[in-house]
C-alpha cells in the first residue's frame, strides 16, 4: 500500500497480490493475543505460503528484542503490538539495535491511526495492519513485499571461484552454503554451474533427476515454479540445482544464458551461491559482473598467484562499484611444497586474505567421499569458524565471526537516520 488512507486494510492491499506464491522466506511473528497467533496460523496454511517458514512467538516486541540478541533475524518479523505511538516507535529503535539490514518488520496494531501509520512507515516498517483482519490480508501484505512485481529480489548472489582448476572453491561454497544456512537460518540455494563436472550432488550425497541443466536447456518458460520443481532440499535451509555431471552433450552456452536463471532463482531463494568452474568465457565473465559477492580461492603457490592477481584486475573493471573479491587461500601447508605465504600473497597483488585453509586431506576426504560437509563430519573443528566467518562476511554481516548484531547498520536504524 503506498499511502494510507481511512481504511488501512483496504481493498488496494488484498487485489494485488494476485495468486503468486511468497517465495523460500522464513517469518518469524510475536504476538499479545491467542486470536492474533491463530489469524497468523490460519495465514501460514494459505496456498500462497507453501515455501515460507512461519513460526508464532507470544509476547510481543519486548519479547522479540530479547530472542534477536542472541539469535539471527528472518526475512520477516510480524510484530503484534498494542502500545501507544511512542512506545512503540522507542520499542522499534531498540529491535532496530538487534536486526539485520535485510529484515522486514510489519506491525499489527490496534489503533485505526494515520498519523502512527504514517511515523511506522516512515521508520520503516513495511506496513501496518489493524485488527481484527482476515488471514488472507495479512497474506497478500506478505505476498506484496515479498511477490509481487514491484518487490526488489529478496535474494543476494555470492559466487565461488578457483584461481586454478581444484584449489577447493567448490568445497568452500558448499561449506559455506551449509555455514549460512546455521548461522543466518535462512534458506540457500547452491546453483552447480560446471555442468559437466560438479561435485554439489556428490558433496550432500544427493542425486536428483534434475538439476540445473534442465532449467537452461528448457525450450520451455522457465519460473519460479520450474525452478522449484528442480531444486532438491539436502539439508534444513539448503537447496540444490546440482549439475549432470555427465559428458552427453556440449555446454556451450550464450553470454546471457544464465541471467535469467540466476534472477529468478534471487526472487525466490534469501540466498543464492553460485558454484563457478575454473574457466574464462563469455557466460562466466558476465555472471561475475552481476553478482552481490565474488570469493575467490586460491592455493598459495605461484600459478594461483598469477591468476588471482589477473582475476581481481579484471573484476575490478568490469564491477568498479561493487564490494571487492574476497580472498580465500586454502590447501595451506602441504607437506614438502614450497608456499608463498599468505601475507605475502596478499601485498604482492595489493589485496588481503581473508581467510587461510589448512591442507588437511584426512579430514577433506572424509567430507568428501562420505558426501557430507566438513561440519557434519566434525562439528568442533577449527576450520567451521572459518566457514561461519566467510558465511558472516559473504551475507553482509560481521566479518568477525559471533553473532551478526552490530555488524552493520539495521535498516530500521538507517532509515530513521535519514528521516
Ligand atoms: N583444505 C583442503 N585440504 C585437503 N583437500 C582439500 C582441501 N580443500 C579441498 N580439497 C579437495 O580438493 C579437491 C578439489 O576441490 P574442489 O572440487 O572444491 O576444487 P574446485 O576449485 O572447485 O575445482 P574446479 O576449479 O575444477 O571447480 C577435492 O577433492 C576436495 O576434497
Ligand atoms: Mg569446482
Known amino acids: 500500500m503506498s499511502e494510507y488512507d481511512s481504511d488501512p486494510n483496504g481493498v488496494e492491499a488484498t487485489s494485488i497480490a494476485g495468486a503468486r506464491l511468497v517465495p523460500h522466506i522464513t517469518i518469524q511473528a510475536f504476538c499479545e493475543n491467542a486470536k492474533t497467533a491463530q489469524m497468523i496460523e490460519q495465514a501460514a496454511s494459505d496456498r500462497r505460503m507453501n515455501k515460507v517458514a512461519l513460526t508464532t512467538h507470544n509476547g510481543g516486541i519486548s519479547a522479540a528484542i530479547e530472542i534477536y540478541r542472541v539469535n539471527p533475524t528472518p526475512n520477516l518479523i510480524i510484530l503484534e503490538s498494542s502500545l501507544a505511538a511512542h512506545e512503540l516507535i522507542d520499542s522499534l529503535n531498540e529491535l532496530a539495535g538487534v536486526c539485520d539490514a535485510s529484515t522486514r518488520v510489519v506491525v ?197 598467484l598469477r591468476n588471482t592477481k589477473t582475476i581481481l584486475d579484471k573484476l575490478k573493471e568490469l564491477r568498479p562499484d561493487e564490494s571487492e573479491p574476497i580472498l580465500m587461500l586454502n590447501k595451506v601447508g602441504v607437506p614438502k611444497r614450497p608456499e608463498i605465504a599468505a601475507n605475502e600473497f596478499g601485498t604482492s597483488i595489493d589485496a588481503e586474505c581473508f581467510g587461510q585453509i589448512q591442507f588437511d586431506p584426512a579430514l577433506f576426504g572424509s567430507a568428501a567421499n562420505n558426501g557430507q560437509m566438513i561440519a557434519e563430519i566434525n562439528a568442533s573443528h577449527k576450520i567451521n569458524e572459518i566457514f561461519t566467518n566467510l558465511a558472516l562476511k559473504t551475507t553482509g554481516r560481521s566479518d568477525q565471526g559471533g553473532t551478526q548484531q552490530g555488524g552493520v547498520i539495521p535498516g530500521l536504524l538507517r532509515k530513521l537516520k535519514l528521516a
Open 108 to 304: 499489527i496494531g490496534h489503533q485505526n491511526d494515520v498519523e502512527l501509520y504514517r511515523k511506522l512507515i516512515r521508520f520503516g516498517v513495511s506496513e501496518y495492519l489493524v485488527m481484527p483482519i482476515e488471514s488472507s490480508v495479512l497474506v497478500d501484505t506478505i505476498a506484496e513485499q515479498f511477490a509481487s512485481e514491484s518487490s526488489a529480489p529478496i535474494g543476494r548472489t555470492i559466487a565461488f571461484m578457483s584461481a586454478k582448476g581444484g584449489a577447493g572453491s567448490s568445497t568452500i561454497a558448499h561449506n559455506t552454503a551449509w555455514a549460512i544456512s546455521q548461522t543466518v537460518r535462512r534458506d540457500v540455494l547452491i546453483l552447480d554451474m560446471d555442468l559437466p563436472f560438479g561435485t554439489a550432488g556428490l558433496n550432500f550425497n544427493q542425486e536428483p533427476p534434475h538439476g540445473l541443466a534442465d532449467a537452461v536447456f528448457s525450450k520451455d518458460v522457465v519460473d519460479d515454479v520450474v525452478i522449484d520443481r528442480l531444486m532438491s532440499k539436502c539439508a534444513n535451509h539448503v537447496n540444490l540445482l546440482t549439475a549432470p555431471g555427465t559428458l552427453d552433450r556440449d555446454y556451450d552456452f550464450e553470454e546471457r544464458s544464465f541471467e535469467q536463471i540466476v534472477e529468478i532463482c534471487q526472487n525466490n531463494v534469501p540466498l543464492v551461491v553460485l558454484d563457478l568452474p575454473h574457466a574464462w568465457n563469455a557466460w562466466i565473465r558476465h555472471t561475475l559482473s552481476t553478482v552481490d559477492e565474488i570469493v575467490v580461492v586460491a592455493e598459495p603457490d605461484l600459478a594461483n
